[in-house]
């Protein structure tokens, strides 16, 4: 049977670039994921609440068939979400005196001014702009713009940028991105005014490394922000520790944004972390190439070097999501009193979403306008402090890594310090309500060879649902039965199928995609490459006084094309499986190794929500 | 009789803004000075001497009937020249990255990117501009333009501003016309690498004052300009001792130029002086508008600060031009390997223009369209350190002043330094040997009542000439003959006349216009108002130990409406002068009051030359 479009899922596919546009609009399309009705997303960005509705507005740049500039949605929710324009309708876009080749990323001031929100983005005259190449002076500048209309369109500010270019003398590699934050803790460090607002820029220099540029404002009108040096800088192309845990620092710096957490969430006395983008490439480095983008987070303390400025120090730092497609994440403060929290009783949040490229950042063909649309935003995510408690305090803590210890326990445990990240609250609430099938297993043993079917008990009539199980491996696995590997098969059928499983022997969370896709024969840029994340599951004090191995506990979102892997509310991993036939809905476990593994609480929720009610037609395809 | 564009010039004038476009053309058409072949001529400045031809390349701001941007012309004696490009052709134009909105002022580094001629100049995004109102961040940046082929256009090279706007955290009043100069005297100071080359920025600070920054050049391309501070400010709206000699230093100062003089002309271990403009108002102070606009110079010493910056301190001041029209002057060292001084046998020179707006800076209703052209540039003149000798030491010197005492002798004289001007050698010459028509007359004693005739012993047929005199005051003029007023009376008939005459009591050279024009009856915008500027002649010590007054050597040149008045190499006072008639021809003595004056050396040298050999026709109307 052919869909609406003409196009038969039980048959091979065709070299699906020859296909007219539009005719596999829906074959991936998430339904609960941000995405605009139709064209290109490029990086979230330029968030904010709303002080006087209350709603939160998530944006993002935007690229239609011919305008560039930035687009958005607001939800009450954190589940719907509601175009702020129609189609094809940003709420800033290039072209201006400022800004006359691009607009890029941006952030938000709530109350900014004339108390109205406030864009300070980086405004673009120039390019090609690329860490590899000379830099073109001038061609990234930080400019403002306002909303009189409730977000709908922002308007330029009638002047010059706030910040017209990098720092003298800095040869930089990049200069954009502009995130705005306040923070009480800054503020008595560095004397200033209270309440001020910062801004952090990011970038790196050439010959140096990335950096963080941080400034901070100067006026009530935003107009001019005081350089205080880099916040944070690394040498190019380094590493925290050997790189296992947060890749490379890589030569350029993107969209570094600022937080404050505690373990309930966004607490301006809280740690700060910061998320970032890190760019660099294989030797031999080629223009205008990143091989690597990758999505990192770090915390660390801030203190005066001795000429007065602030200057970030690292405690600890990992991946923010470990798939390669994710990258670009941006996040805000959403407050206890938006309408969303309101409803869901938050605390003060942070809620950040990353995109997902659908071609690897521009460098893939996939067949985009045979799609009609490319790209998506992650789930948004709440990030936190998390700690882990009851850590047996052994060599697999002591490490440079993604974690740090934070108290030392006088039963010989540790509490160990994180990045926390959970799926929103709201968002995971629906998808479980709102499933329109619940598939619950039962708890099982695998690998003692009492079970040989891995079959679930029930099979899914679409590829919309969320996984959720925990597995726990036996402490023989840190031995001899190390080989274990263990977690569920999906999206399967005899045509295709995808693995997600913990590696036991590398600590590593794998999403085996060289399955996964009939069509990838067929057409070139549908990637079927691995793609994995580590994930050091520790020693824990039982209360009797035994060591276990701490349990893993998966959550799969499967939305259309998108698939994210979150594991133990501090690993991401979020990619897509572009799966052809309509028949590869099934799901089974998944066990290889000798040791066993304990299955519990494995659930499947089908059909996650529709995140777009207020659109009159899901499918909107390219003229 | 009717001129070939069918105006009578024998009758009465019309309102002239009632006539068709370009009829009066040449009406009041300059012969020998710079002007475009039509249209609308600003602010002189990117003066370079090409160093591969030895042409000295002159630029103005230039505004065709629908482009702006700059032209100019080159010329290898002073005499003549050349348009580097055929009517309304810019050498530059606006509307690019840097500069959507217009191009201003700039300057140019004759050996500058790959060793070619660079500009410097300001490129403007945002207006209105004026130091009366807020000042719009980013609207004046410094940017650059190189040219290929030999001046006839300037690429702007693809990056942004080297100077990407005002110092952070001034509040500018303006920050514009770059003027980049070299000085092994500041590289000493400053400890800067050989050469290197610095550029003012004109402008001010909104509740303090005006001031020239200083920048010094960062990169071997001219990309980055590297702020050290305020090289000159002064309180705002003061004045240099109690303003006689110098006007008022206003609000914000434009088109600072630097220079270093000695005796014969540019030398870079000489005096350093600045030209200047001064812009201020008359409370209340208006929004867009300056009432006054004073051409000055500026002479002094640099020293550096506690901060190790560069701080000009004046010694003294004066005016460059006395003329209320007569603004904007830029000039550029010409060395003496340019073909006009390898010709001439000149030294190295700094040769300067001024502009000579004919509509007082937009604000009249001068018949522009009717004219089919405006303003014009003055007469190139030679700038120098001037010095009056065997000066008597007595109160007439202890001033705060346009000069300074810089030798007392042992016999009771000082030798005074000051800022000399004449015109440029080859013009001069060439007025002078290439003239139709030579007048002379007879040295002659005026005011004894033996003469009573002062009418010239020949007359004039056209409105282009050189008046050259000497006139001497008697040591009585300082006692009770000091309503002494002598001069001549130009361009006159029966109907009309201009008389221009030194005044003793107030030491003013007076431009009395209020019966020049019988246009100005009929037509708004012709303005008959006087001008007036101070000279201050000193009592000189003969050889035989009498004192006498310094004689008065007044040149005058007459080129269509353009009148010039130079005296004493250290005065010179430019403005317009609209007569109608064609017989407004003839030129006479004049004298009033007790005191005799003797005239001697005068001398009229009728035709000036034709600047513009190379245009085809002369007239080239408006469409």
């Given at each position: 049977m052919l869909s609406a479009r003409g196009i038969d899922y039980n048959a091979a596919p065709l070299?699906?670039?020859?296909?007219?546009?539009?005719?596999?609009?829906?074959?991936?399309?998430?339904?609960a994921h941000v995405l605009p009705p139709s064209y290109h997303i490029g990086d979230p960005c330029m968030h904010y609440t709303d002080?006087?509705?209350g709603l939160f507005h998530v944006g993002f740049l935007y690229t239609s068939n011919t305008t560039g500039g930035a687009a958005g949605a607001t939800t009450d929710d954190l589940v719907t979400y509601r175009d702020t324009?129609?189609?094809?309708?940003?709420?800033i876009v290039s072209?201006?005196?400022?800004d006359p080749v691009a607009v890029f990323d941006g952030s938000a001031?709530?109350?900014?001014?004339?108390n109205t929100p406030t864009l300070l983005y980086t405004s673009v005259?120039?390019?090609?702009?690329?860490?590899t190449a000379p830099y073109t002076k001038g061609s990234e500048t930080q400019s403002l713009a306002v909303s009189?209309?409730?977000?709908a369109n922002f308007t330029k500010?009638?002047?010059?940028?706030?910040?017209?270019?990098?720092?003298?003398?800095v040869n930089v590699t990049g200069f954009r991105d502009p995130y705005v934050f306040q923070s009480p803790q800054m503020d008595l460090l560095l004397g200033s005014a209270q309440d001020a607002w910062y801004t952090l820029v990011s970038g790196g220099e050439h010959g140096v490394g990335p950096a963080t540029f941080i400034y901070r404002q100067y006026d009530a009108d935003f107009r001019d922000w005081e350089y205080l040096g880099k916040l944070w800088s690394e040498a190019?192309?380094?590493?925290?520790?050997?790189?296992?845990?947060?890749g490379r620092w890589g030569f350029n710096f993107e969209v570094v944004n600022a937080m404050y957490l505690n373990e309930s969430g966004f607490d301006v006395e809280g740690d700060m972390f910061l998320t970032l983008g890190a760019e660099w490439s294989y030797e031999p480095i080629q223009p205008q190439v990143s091989d690597v983008r990758e999505m990192l987070w770090v915390a660390g303390e801030t203190r005066l070097n001795d000429r007065g400025l602030p200057v970030f120090q690292p405690s600890m730092a990992g991946y923010?999501?470990?798939?390669?497609?994710?990258?670009?994440a941006a996040g805000k403060l959403i407050p206890s009193t938006a309408k969303a929290s309101q409803s869901s009783a938050a605390p003060d949040r942070f809620v950040s979403y990353t995109w997902l490229t659908n071609d690897f950042y521009g460098t893939q063909d996939f067949p985009i306008r045979q799609q009609g649309w490319d790209g998506a935003l992650t789930t948004a995510r709440e990030l936190f402090r998390a700690v882990i408690s009851n850590?047996?305090?052994?060599?697999?803590?002591?490490?440079?890594?993604?974690?740090?210890?934070?108290r030392l326990n006088n039963d010989g445990t540790v509490e160990l310090a994180t990045l926390g990240q959970r799926i929103a609250r709201e968002a995971l609430h629906a998808f479980k309500t709102q499933a329109v099938k619940v598939i619950s297993e039962p708890n099982s043993t695998i690998?003692?060879?009492?079970?040989?079917?891995?079959?679930?008990?029930d099979s899914l009539s679409s590829k919309h649902f969320l996984l959720t199980a925990t597995l726990e491996f036996p402490l023989a696995a840190r031995g001899g039965g190390s080989d274990v590997r263990a977690g569920f098969t999906i999206l399967s059928s005899e045509h295709e199928s995808t693995t997600i499983y913990y590696q036991f022997s590398n600590e590593s969370l794998i999403i085996?995609?060289?399955?996964?896709?009939?069509?990838a024969a067929t057409t070139p840029g549908i990637d079927t490459s691995n793609e994995a994340g580590k994930l050091r599951l520790f020693d824990l004090l039982a209360q009797d006084g035994t060591a276990y191995v701490e349990p893993l506990q998966l959550s799969i979102v499967v939305d259309g094309g998108v698939v994210e892997v979150y594991a133990n509310e501090r690993f991401v991993l979020s990619t897509w499986v572009w799966t052809w036939?309509?028949?590869?809905?099934n799901v089974a476990f998944y066990h290889q190794g000798s040791s066993t593994v304990q299955f519990s609480d494995v659930r499947i929720f089908e059909g996650?929500?529709?995140?777009?009610?207020?659109?009159?037609?899901?499918s909107r395809p390219m003229p």
């Open positions: 070299n699906l670039s020859t296909l007219t546009n539009n005719s596999i609009f829906e074959t991936w399309r998430p339904r002080p006087r509705t324009n129609p189609d094809d309708v940003h709420f072209g201006g005196i400022n001031i709530p109350s900014g001014i004339n005259s120039y390019l090609p702009i690329q860490w009189y209309d409730g977000g500010v009638a002047q010059g940028p706030s910040i017209p270019g990098a720092p003298f003398g190019a192309n380094s590493t925290w520790g050997d790189g296992t845990w947060a923010l999501d470990w798939g390669r497609s994710s990258y670009a850590v047996v305090y052994n060599d697999r803590v002591q490490e440079i890594a993604s974690w740090r210890v934070s690998g003692n060879g009492q079970r040989t079917d891995l079959s679930f008990s085996d995609r060289s399955n996964s896709s009939a069509a036939y309509d028949a590869s809905n996650l929500v529709d995140a777009w009610p207020g659109r009159s037609d899901s």
